[in-house]
């Protein structure tokens, strides 16, 4: 089991950057493939990027690739989302979640453990 704590997000001039932590409380962090979601009102859980265990391949969504870079640092059990050239569009709460499938998936049920989220409000 891995207890995630997201922070970072806040608000945001259009074209600015944030960069999110997800942090863990445990050392078996280091054992899942971990990804970010968000989440706008009124919409699903969205895929926005994935890492595996040892950060050897990342995954983005079309919508943010070139603008999100997702990072680990496995001793410091946190994983990243550095946000740049944010648009109004990615206002939304962001989730980190771990999965043992060591395998990528960009479907929230593949993943076993959320973090609370983060707010990150974009203005035009």
């Known amino acids: 089991q891995v207890h995630l ?3 970072g997000g ?3 001039q259009a074209g600015g950057s944030l960069r999110l932590s997800c942090a863990a409380s445990e050392r078996t962090f280091s054992n899942y493939a971990m990804g970010w979601f968000c989440q706008a009102p009124g919409k699903e859980h969205e895929f926005v990027a994935y890492i595996t265990w040892n950060s050897g391949s990342t995954t983005y969504a079309d919508s943010v ?26 206002t939304a709460v962001y989730y980190c979640a771990a999965t043992a499938r060591q395998r ?21």
Not at 65 to 90: A, C, H, V, W
Not at 104 to 124: E, I, L
């Open 5 to 7: 704590v997201e922070s």
């Open 10 to 12: 806040g608000l945001v």
């Open 65 to 90: 690739k070139g603008r999100f870079f997702i990072s680990r640092d496995n001793g410091k059990m946190t994983l990243y989302l550095q946000m740049n050239g944010l648009k109004p569009e990615d």
């Open 104 to 124: 990528y998936s960009d479907q929230p049920n593949s993943y076993d453990y959320w973090g609370q989220g983060t707010q990150v409000t974009v203005a035009s």
